[in-house]
Structure formats: C-alpha cells, structure tokens
C-alpha cells in the first residue's frame, strides 16, 4: 500500500497570502494524484486531478505540481472560502490511499 | 446535474450488518465506475471498495475485505455496500463516489454507528 503523508497539519495563513501544502508518496504515484478540499459537515470536492489539472469550476488561484513522489498545492491568494482541510490521493495503485489532511486556517 | 443519495446508515452493534445504498442521477451511470469512501468522526478519507462500470472488476480495502460487498444496479442506477461482522473501527460517514482514479463526484453521505 503506498502511504501518502501531507505537511504541515496545520497551516495559519492570513486572507489574501500565499499558502503552500505538500504531499509525499511513499513510492513514485508518477502524475496519478488527485487533490481534494473538504469543508466542515460537507463532502470533499475534486480540486485537481493528475496532478495539476484543475477540476471544473475551480479558480485559477488552485495550482498543483510535482511528480513521482513529491507533490504540492498551492493557493496564490487565499480568500474566505478556501479556509478548509485538504486531502491528497494516490490514484496509481491500489487501494487506493489518501494522505492525513491539511487543515488551512485563518490566521 | 451529478447526484449521488447515500442512505441505509444508522445504528447497529457490533457484529451486525447494515446495506448502504447510493442512488445516482444527472449523468449515465452504466458508464461510471463507482466506490465507496468512508470517514470516520474527526478523522481523514479512507476508501473502503470500487466496482467497475460493469461490475466486472472489483476491490477493497484490507480492512473491510471479507466482511463488506460492493454491488451495483445498472437497471435501478444504484451503488449498494452489504456490510456484515460490523465492528466498533467501522464507525463512519460513508460516502458514494464516482470516479476510477480520482472520484469526480461524491454523495452528501450517510452515518454508520457501530455501537452495543
């Protein structure tokens, strides 16, 4: 089973920065990962597929990169919406796996 | 528009066994692969099983083979989950997904209590 382990846990960005979240497998998932934000009593929601594909209707302020086995999500300017927990997933393998989340909070 | 309606969770004790089911509408189901994602309270995604669009390739989990089966309906355009010897880890929101890589699409999701 491949692992998927996402840093920080937390992170406390202001309104309107940058936030950075990564996500590293524990074997090469080659571009086979997918992004997703999850808001408190909601389902998750597709942000980004193979890596860096964002998913229909998402901003533009979504980018992703990476391959192999490191990978990352960055917001360029965080806005009120977007303060959520983020999940990354390994769609390589199976099972497949999800990493332990990222919670962005409001600083 | 894509709509997954997950219903059949409640409360059962440990060792019992619960059907979940997913009605999907809004898109042409017999060409979707589908799974099952379950989120136990406060806790992170795990998936649980996927079945293909033509139920001809199954998977699961490790920690639910054995015990859970995925099914489906294309008739009906119906995911289901038959889940026998509950136990107490099984606790979760259970969530129909559409997707075989990445899931597209996920349901709003329904309760398991597995509890004495």
């Known amino acids: 089973e491949i692992v998927m382990t996402q840093s920080p846990a937390t992170l406390s960005v202001s309104p309107g920065e940058r936030a950075t979240l990564s996500c590293r497998a524990s074997q090469s998932v080659s571009s086979n990962l997918a992004w997703y934000q999850q808001k408190p009593g909601q389902a998750p929601r597709l942000l980004m597929y193979?890596?860096?594909t964002r998913a229909t209707g998402v901003p533009a302020r979504f980018s992703g990169s990476g391959s192999g086995t490191e990978f990352t999500l960055t917001i360029s300017s965080l806005q009120s919406e977007d303060f959520a927990v983020y999940y990354c997933?390994?769609?390589?393998?199976?099972?497949?796996?999800f990493g332990q989340g990222t919670k962005v909070e409001i600083k | 528009e894509v709509q997954l309606v997950e219903s059949g969770g409640g409360l059962e004790q440990p060792g019992g066994s619960l059907r979940l089911s997913c009605a999907a509408s809004g898109f042409t189901f017999t060409n979707y692969e589908m799974n099952w994602v379950r989120q136990a309270p406060g806790k992170g995604l795990e998936w649980v099983a996927y079945?293909?669009?033509?139920?001809?390739?199954?998977y699961y989990a490790d920690s639910v083979k054995g015990r859970f089966t995925i099914s489906r309906d294309n008739a009906k355009n119906s995911l289901y989950m038959q889940m026998n010897s509950l136990r107490a880890e099984d606790t979760a929101v259970y969530y129909c997904?559409?997707?075989?890589?990445?899931?597209?699409?996920w349901g709003q999701g329904t309760l398991v209590t597995v509890s004495s």
């Open positions: 079945i293909s669009s033509s139920a001809g390739s199954i």
């Open positions: 997933q390994q769609c390589n393998n199976w099972p497949r796996t």
């Open positions: 997904a559409r997707g075989w890589k990445y899931f597209d699409y």
């Open positions: 193979d890596t860096s």
